[in-house]
């Protein structure tokens, strides 16, 4: 397998990167955070620069493409709506192009978030509504990767967590890093998620890119849970004070940009088409924070 991963400098596609198959050539790109000699085959790249990207693909010949790239947070998104459009959306848009004319398969990474979180357990059929400016930008590339057909993967991921490999970071470790250092950690109590261990999602990420399928699939963790409830099994697990850990609303605690309330996944057709079984909490914690 030859395999491109954009993003390596960041949470998941740091992971996705080293754990990578034997025996394939993997490449990451990176821009800001150079993710250091761990990393041997990585390519600092704009991914804003189209001619840089197409020059950086007819060089490697990847058969392959995987799209972990973005301005994944949602509060930056929402102040930035430019950069978040131009990266999120434009990026993917030139990569499906790119994907289009060399016939390469792109593997994209989506976001729960195209979702308004009002009825949750929410599967592929369902329509998205997205509350926010992130999950806009990420709907409006999903289109570009369908776009691709039988080249095409979309995989939405539900919330994400783990240490970082190379870079990034993840709600986990925000929540070990704020109390660790004896400050209270904020948690919208009223938003429920599937879980997903990055490791978990890492060889979910590789059974995808060595099977054939297309479209689009669901990936999250399989005990869907409120943030208070994940926090406190974090705490237990890494012995934090979990008074530090404070319920709060999420209009109360972000005015400024929605959140969907219950943005769970039915995972039936993950469970249908990977070998790789998907994680309950506690399974996926220790696999993480070992
Ligand atoms: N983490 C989650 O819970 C979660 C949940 C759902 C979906 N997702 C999606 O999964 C993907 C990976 O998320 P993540 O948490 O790993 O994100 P992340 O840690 O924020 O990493 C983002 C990566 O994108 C790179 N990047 C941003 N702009 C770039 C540009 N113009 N040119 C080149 N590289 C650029 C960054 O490079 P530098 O740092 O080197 O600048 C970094 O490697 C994203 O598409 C995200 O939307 C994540």
Redesign the pocket.
Known sequence: MRALI????????GHLYASAPPGGEIWG?????DPGPDAARALR????DAFALEAAVAGLRPDLIIH??????VAFCEAHPAAARE??TG?TATLAQICRRRRLRLIF?????VFDGEKGHFGETDEPRPLNLYGRT?LAAERFVAELRELGVIVR????YGPPRY?????SEEVIRTVRAGRPYSLFADQRRSFLSVQNLAACLWEIARGDFSGLIHLGGSEPADRVVFARKLAQRMGLDPTLLIPSSTSAASPAVRYPRDNTFNLALARRILKTPLLNLDDGLALEYP
């Open positions: 954009t993003g390596i400098s960041g949470f998941i596609g790109t990176y821009l800001n955070a790249l704009d991914l804003r972990a790239a973005a301005w994944s947070r990266v999120n990026v990474l989506s976001s729960d978030m990420k991921l539900n919330l994400v870079g990034g970071s993840s709600f």
